[in-house]
Structure formats: C-alpha cells, structure tokens
C-alpha cells in the first residue's frame, strides 16, 4: 500500500514530530510511505534534522510554505506530478496549508483520467488530520470565514476521512463549525516515543544548574513555538504578579524554552516588567528530556491548540501541568475535581478558563503551595500517557484506518 504523506512545514512542534515518525514507521512489507514537506520560513525553527535521524528522506516542495500566496498554484502543480509519479493508494495531509493545496491536488489526479469518462476514477483515499485548527484565535473575521468556506469545500469534495486528535477537537469541527459530516471523523489522538522521557532523577540536576535554581526553588516552565498563538505574554504577567505579591509564597522561577519571531519581544517586555531576575530565555533545545526533567511545572498559556505535546511530553516525564483551557486540553486533563475562582482542578491538571493573568497566577500558586497535590497529578498524568499517547498505538490505529478504507 502505498502513501503519500504531505506537511507544509517540518517546523519545531507536534506535527512535525507525528509525520516524520509515521512515515518511518510505515515502511514494511505492507506499506510503503513518501513523505512530501514544503519549505520553514524565516524566523521559524527547522525540524527536518528528525527526518535524517530517523532516515526519512522528504520531497521538498520549495514554494509550498505556511501563508497563502500565488505560489501555491506551483505547489499544487508539483503535488499533483509527484502522486502521478508515485500512484499513491492513500493520500494523506496534515496541517491547514497542506492539507488546501495536498488535497485539492488529489481530487485532480483522483478524477483527472479519461476513465473517469467510463465511471472510473483512480482508486485513491484521500485523508486528512486536524492537528488544531485556524478556526479561532489566529486570523481576523474575514480571513477566518474564507479557510472556514475552503474547509468546508474541501471536506465535502475532496476528503474521504478526517481525523481529530481529540473528543473535543471534534466536536469543534464537526458540531461547533460544520465542517464535513459525522460519518467522515475518526478521532486517533497522538503518539509519541514516551520512553526517552523516563529520565533518571540525576538528571534533574542539570537544567537547575544551567539556570541556578536552588533545591528550594520550584522551576515553572514554558516548552514550545514563540508565537502569537501561545500567549506567551500572559506566563510573562503571571510571573509580574508573583514578583509583584506581598504574600508568603514558595520560592519560583520560571524558564521560556523555545524560539520564534517573538523572541525578542517577549524578552523586551520582561525586562519591561522588570521580571528579568526570574525568567530566563532558554532558546530552542533538542536535550527537552533533560529540560523537563529540571521542571517542577509545565505551564502552557495557547489562545488554541489541537493536542499539545508539551503537555503530554510533561505527563510523560512525571511533571505536574498548568494550561489555559482550550482545544484537547481538556481531554488531557481529565474531569474536574474541584472547582476554584478562576481554575480548576482537574484529575491530571489545573485548568484556567478565563485566560486572565490574575486566574492563572491563582492556580498556579495552588499548585505550587501543594506538594501532594504535585505528586498525584504527576502520577495521574503519567498513568494516562503511557496508556493512551504511545508510538505503537498510534502507527497501529493508523494501519487499521488505511486498511479500511482500502477494503
């Protein structure tokens, strides 16, 4: 069986991660897999070094990139010739640009052959994934309303499943935007390699160092793309107020890892905020086992989000998690506990709802006061993962799906 699979980008983040390994794991007797990347754009960090590592080698489309533009009709055009050439059984898009110009161009080769004349078009399934969405949160009224119309083309033409990484991504989609039709959605969450994420506790001790955190000191942080979309400024203000507080609270500091075009925004304003003492910018880094074996909180601050991996790579490490409720957060966390002003508690989380710095520094601070409470979302988190978010139960829903679909 044959698969072409097409992300615009191989940027810093979860999808990147999820086609590169599905494409090498894909590679057997039964499947054989392609994997098609456009080009990262300046200011974004590169992530092809995973393909090479892994010995996933991608076809490039170099005007394929993440805005729209004129150029896509070239990338639609070396798309179209690329499946062509490969005679793909599934076609297989990830991602809001691929998966506008990857399955616009498998409906031409799907219907683009004079059998069709006969009733019989090429024999190709057309897939595509949700990683998030643009829905909400990234562009402007119009601008929204026109990706909304195309996916809602799209899905009705040109698709023949569609995957959400979550319960509540779906519903989003599905039920919240109308976007394709129930009988379309299969709902397979993420996998990840979870095993290098059980580090050894002598590996705590390295980030602290780097960063000079006492033993006494609890490490709060930030793991992912510096982006409008991670609100990134809001971790920046909850820190404000923890500096600002004249109450008895636990010792902290706080780590912004990760890299992007507001990078140096963000550390103008901590500066402005005069939080530079506490914060410390950490860069892009590829050691992000040893980076969450440092922290005592993984806190995540996004306007929106599919799955985020930072949370299950969090869970995964045994550290406790801190986020906005948004997107598939809220599978994540699990069911509320107990409900505060302005958070909850929920089995594997705290969740804030209101997004407001003060909301999310209360919560914060609940955690940090509560060391019991650490632990049992620790482990809560940990047992979850491990049951739901492997490697191999991914690449084997993902096998089943291409077999049905090819029955």
């Excluded at 499946?83 to 691929?98: F, Q, S």
């Excluded at 219907?111 to 949160?137: C, D, E, N």
């Excluded at 609270?249 to 992007?260: A, E, H, K, N, S």
Aim: aromatic share 8%; hydrophobic share 40%.
């Amino acid at each position: 069986m044959k698969i072409l699979r097409i992300i615009a980008r191989l940027n810093v983040g979860g999808p990147a991660r999820h086609v590169v390994w599905l494409t090498d794991e894909l590679q057997d007797a039964e499947f054989q897999s392609v994997l098609v990347a456009g080009t990262v754009p300046d200011g974004e960090e590169d992530m092809s070094y995973l393909a090479g590592e892994r010995g996933v080698k991608p076809v490039y489309i170099e005007e394929m990139s993440r805005e729209l533009s004129l150029k896509d009709a070239i990338s639609l055009f070396k798309i179209y010739r690329q499946m062509k050439r490969e005679r793909p059984d599934i076609v297989h898009t990830h991602t809001a640009k691929a998966g506008t110009v990857g399955r616009s161009a498998a409906f031409l080769y799907r219907w683009m052959t004079w059998k069709t004349l006969a009733g019989h078009p090429r024999r190709v399934r057309i897939v595509h994934t949700f990683h998030g969405h643009v829905f909400h949160s990234y562009y402007g009224n119009l601008k929204t309303k026109i990706f909304l119309a195309i996916e809602k083309t799209l899905a009705r033409f040109a698709t023949d499943t569609i995957i959400t990484i979550s319960p509540q991504q779906r519903k989003e989609i599905a039920d919240d935007f109308r976007v394709g039709k129930a009988g379309q959605f299969e709902i397979i969450p993420l996998g990840i390699d979870l095993e290098p994420f059980a580090a050894p506790e002598t590996v705590r001790t390295a980030l602290r160092r780097e960063v000079n955190v006492g033993d006494d000191e609890l490490l709060i942080g930030f793991i992912g793309r510096l982006t409008e979309i991670k609100n990134v400024s809001l971790l920046l203000k909850v820190a404000e107020l923890y500096k600002n507080s004249n109450a008895d609270l636990p010792r902290l500091q706080f780590v912004i890892t990760g890299d992007g075009h507001l990078r140096q925004s963000l550390e103008d304003e901590a500066e402005e905020l005069g939080i530079g003492g506490i914060v410390t910018f950490l860069g892009n880094r590829t050691d992000t086992q040893i980076v969450y074996a440092g922290l005592d909180v993984i806190a995540l601050t996004s306007f929106n989000e599919g799955t985020p991996l930072s949370l299950i790579e969090a869970m995964a490490s045994k550290r406790p998690v801190i986020s906005t409720a948004v997107g598939g957060v809220a599978d994540l966390l699990g069911e509320v506990e107990e409900k505060h002003d302005g958070f909850d508690v929920c089995e594997r989380g705290i969740s804030v709802a209101d997004r407001s710095a003060a909301s999310f520094f209360n919560g914060l601070m609940y955690l940090a006061k509560n060391e019991k409470l650490r632990e049992h979302l620790s482990t809560s988190g940990y047992e979850f993962v491990q049951s739901k978010y492997s490697k191999e139960r991914l690449v084997s829903d993902i096998k089943s799906l291409y077999r049905r679909l090819m029955q």
